[in-house]
Nanobody, 121 residues
Framework: VQLQASGGGLVQAGASLTLSCVAS????????LGWFRQAPGKEREFLGG????????YYPSSWTGRFTVSGDAAKNTVWLQLHNLQPEDTAVYYC???????????????WGQGTQVTVSS
């Protein structure tokens, strides 16, 4: 499977962005698409995911509601909406494919190239 992430950019604090991840190639409806981010010097952090079989997003226990995941199976696309962005949200945002619902990056076997989000104060 190939994943293409897009939608990042440079924004001011308080702004919103919507990131997209389009999947192509070998794909089954039991797959999960997950969103992660990685800031310099930090580990990759799970933000939210969507399992095609269930159709409902899932989030880590730290979820505050500022980021939301949605998808369109017909378009093989998952979105990550980022609201009220802050400088500490600056990172490279990645989408990945897992064969089951997971929040652990090492269980994801395919990754998009990442899209940079930079938030200025």
């Amino acid at each position: 499977v190939q994943l293409q992430a897009s939608g990042g950019g440079l924004v001011q604090a308080g702004a919103s962005l919507t990131l997209s991840c389009v999947a192509s190639g070998s794909w089954v409806n039991t797959n999960t698409l997950g969103w992660f981010r990685q800031a310099p010097g930090k580990e990759r952090e799970f933000l939210g995911g969507l399992s095609w079989s269930g159709g409902l997003p899932y989030y880590p226990s730290s979820w505050t509601g500022r980021f939301t995941v949605s998808g369109d199976a017909a378009k093989n696309t998952v979105w990550l909406q980022l609201h009220n962005l802050q400088p500490e949200d600056t990172a490279v945002y990645y989408c990945g494919r897992s064969k089951g619902a997971s929040m652990i990056s090492r269980t994801y076997d395919s990754w998009g190239q990442g899209t940079q989000v930079t938030v200025s104060s």
